[in-house]
């Protein structure tokens, strides 16, 4: 864990570090698809030795369970494999020929973060490889309550295949900038070229409610870091990066379009990126107010920051999961965050969910 106060990184050990991470996840779903690819084979071979079984004893005891034991052998083979070579956990709907519908290791262009309580829409992926952030090398750790800590491949029925990030990391956890937004440049390593964000966010409109969705149209950094401090990755991106569509106008007007067709209302507004981890007094809640903010929280602003540095295509999605400080005579708590978010979880997952499939 790195120097919250804004150590600036060594840029080759920090080249070094981010190629280390995506090398070691390459290598993860790589070994994730061997091994479902071999599971499928053994269940196939199986089969065909149970049929062969059967065709030879026609009509006896023998071959009604050879017959069982063949299919039974197939479909274990083909509906699931076990840890990969290095660990990764898969599930294989595989057909007939043993394989999944895009393999594990099929590294897709999109990539969602998901915030605090909201990582149950991962457990809607199909075909899933999971690796757990304590896996990877270089890779930071989510200590915040809420984040599961994994990163997890797998597809949206009806729609692309993603990567999906069950939690992430926080410069109010300990992190310094560059650390807290290292897994950004590894995604962008990967291939990924579009990016959701999501978040729990505190409202400054009195007029909106807990479990209202919004479509973060711009962003006020207000953590006092840039990410982008330091030696420019000029790999990735310019020294000065432009932000003045940090939130890519196609994307947001695509999540317009899922809420549409699902009927989902959908807010929308300027996001404050707090450095927390004490939330928001009432005066700083009037003044964000007053800046002509809609939803104030402890994230996002760094990730998006060093995406549009990185040439990635981003979209944000906040739960508003609570009235900021000041709004209602109650003191907040992170209780009633999660609680919030799990609360709005259906309504959030149907709208990402459809999302990805119109992204297709």
């Given at each position: ?13 920090e080249r070094?570090?981010i ?8 290598s993860?779903?790589?070994?994730a698809?061997?091994?479902?690819e ?8 199986a ?8 065709g ?9 369970g050879a017959?069982?034991?063949?299919a ?31 393999a594990?290791?099929d590294i ?5 973060v ?5 990582g149950?829409?991962a457990?809607?992926l199909?075909?899933?490889a999971?690796?757990?952030?304590a ?15 994994n ?7 009806g ?9 992430r990391f926080h ?15 590894v995604?962008?390593?990967?291939g ?5 964000l999501t ?18 149209e ?6 006092g870091?840039?990410?982008?401090t330091?030696?420019?990755f000029s790999e ?8 003045s569509f940090a939130?890519d ?14 009927s989902?209302?959908?807010r ?5 990126g707090?450095?927390g ?11 964000f ?10 994230s ?7 995406a549009?540095?990185?040439?990635m ?32 979880g ?15």
């Amino acid at each position: 864990m790195g120097d919250a106060g804004g150590r600036l990184p060594d840029i080759d050990a920090e080249r070094a570090n981010i190629r280390e991470a995506a090398s070691y996840i390459r290598s993860r779903l790589a070994g994730a698809r061997a091994d479902c690819e071999g599971a499928g084979a053994a269940g196939a071979r199986a089969e065909g030795a149970g049929d062969g079984a059967a065709g030879a004893q026609a009509g006896g005891e023998d071959a009604a369970g050879a017959r069982a034991g063949g299919a039974m052998a197939s479909g274990d083979g083909a509906r699931t494999c076990g840890d990969g070579a290095a660990g990764a956990r898969i599930a294989c709907d595989g057909a007939a020929g043993g394989r999944a519908e895009g393999a594990a290791g099929d590294i897709p262009d999109i990539a969602v973060v998901l915030g605090s309580g909201l990582g149950g829409f991962a457990g809607r992926l199909a075909d899933a490889a999971t690796i757990p952030y304590a896996d990877i090398p270089r890779f930071a750790r989510s200590t915040a309550p809420g984040h599961k800590g994994n990163l997890i491949v797998g597809k949206i029925a009806g729609g692309p295949r993603v990567i999906c990030m069950q939690g992430r990391f926080h410069m109010y956890e300990g992190y310094a900038a560059p650390e807290a937004t290292r897994h950004v440049r590894v995604l962008r390593e990967l291939g990924v070229s579009r990016l959701i964000l999501t978040n729990a966010s505190g409202g400054l409109n009195p007029a909106w409610s807990a479990g209202d969705l919004m479509l973060i149209e711009d962003h006020i950094n207000f953590t006092g870091q840039n990410p982008l401090t330091g030696p420019n990755f000029s790999e990735y991106g310019p020294r000065f990066p432009d932000m003045s569509f940090a939130y890519d106008p196609g994307l947001r007007e695509t999540v317009r379009r899922a809420a549409g067709s699902l009927s989902i209302p959908l807010r929308e507004g300027v996001y404050v990126g707090f450095l927390g981890p004490s939330f928001e007094t009432p005066a700083e809640i009037r003044m964000f107010q007053a800046l002509g903010a809609s939803a104030v929280g402890m994230s996002t602003v760094p990730e998006a920051i060093v995406a549009n540095h990185c040439g990635m295509k981003v979209c944000g999605i906040s739960c508003v999961t609570n009235l900021a400080a000041g709004i209602l005579a109650q003191p907040l708590t992170s209780e009633e965050v999660l609680e919030s978010a799990a609360k709005a979880g259906p309504l959030f997952e149907a709208l990402l969910e459809e999302t990805l499939r119109l992204l297709r």
